[in-house]
């Protein structure tokens, strides 16, 4: 079965400060996502990850910063917390996009209040 | 890019009625085909996954419908029961090269007993 990892599973942060999410994923997978899902809505892509060392942006990067540092491992960061970024920060994992394999194994999910 | 529309947002049932999603897309090429639940404050699990050459799958107590035509997806609950209360997702992605999935706004599941 699939693992992906995510803490903290909550935060409350103060705005200006500095916020780290950590996702940690046990199924070899290349690649890694954090999405954000905010109350009533679906999911939109922050950042991904298709490599160690490597990250590209998503929809909605403005605000936050993402680190590869391995394959098991990707970190969201937000250097300046703001309001609006308060929501739930979801983590995936999948194999090679477009392969015959690829499906999104997502974390438990990190709900981010930010005051 | 790829645009996907949900429909309902919101759907309230009674026990044993169906229930139907439907999601439409933009982009002729995508590919793969995902619903996935979500139950209050948990993460997203995997209701099933289509192909673009699978027009009919049936899982345990729905079916999910493919129509590459008119670019419309679609999840049938037959027969709904309370643990059907969920969230729903649609998601779709695009075939080799492509990295994106790209989900649909969501459908918030009510069966009332």
């Known amino acids: 079965e699939a693992a992906v990892t995510q803490s903290p599973r909550s935060k409350v942060a103060v705005t200006g400060g500095k916020v780290t999410l950590s996702c940690h994923q046990t199924n070899n997978h290349d690649y890694m996502y954090w999405y954000r899902q905010d109350t009533g809505h679906g999911l939109r892509l922050i950042h991904y990850s298709y490599v160690a060392d490597s990250t590209e942006k998503g929809d909605i990067p403005d605000g936050y910063k993402a680190s590869r540092p391995s394959q098991e491992n990707f970190s969201l960061i937000l250097e300046l917390a703001s309001l609006s970024q308060t929501a739930v920060y979801f983590c995936?994992?999948?194999?090679?996009?477009?392969?015959?394999?690829?499906?999104?194994?997502f974390g438990a999910g990190t709900r981010l209040s930010v005051l | 890019g790829e645009q996907v529309e949900q429909r309902p947002p919101h759907l309230s049932v009674r026990e044993g009625d169906s229930a139907v999603i439907t999601c439409t897309y933009t982009d002729p090429n995508s590919y793969y085909f995902f619903w996935y639940k979500q139950e209050p404050g948990a993460s997203l699990q995997l209701l099933m996954k289509v192909f673009s050459s699978t027009e009919i799958n049936e899982g345990q107590g729905f079916t999910v419908l493919l129509n590459k035509k008119d670019k419309r997806l679609s999840l049938n609950l037959t027969a709904a029961h309370p643990g059907d209360s969920a969230a729903y997702f649609c998601a779709v992605s695009g075939h080799t090269g492509n990295y994106k999935y790209v989900f649909g706004a969501g459908t918030r599941l009510k069966v009332i007993a």
């Open positions: 995936a994992s999948s194999d090679k996009p477009g392969g015959s394999q690829n499906t999104l194994y």
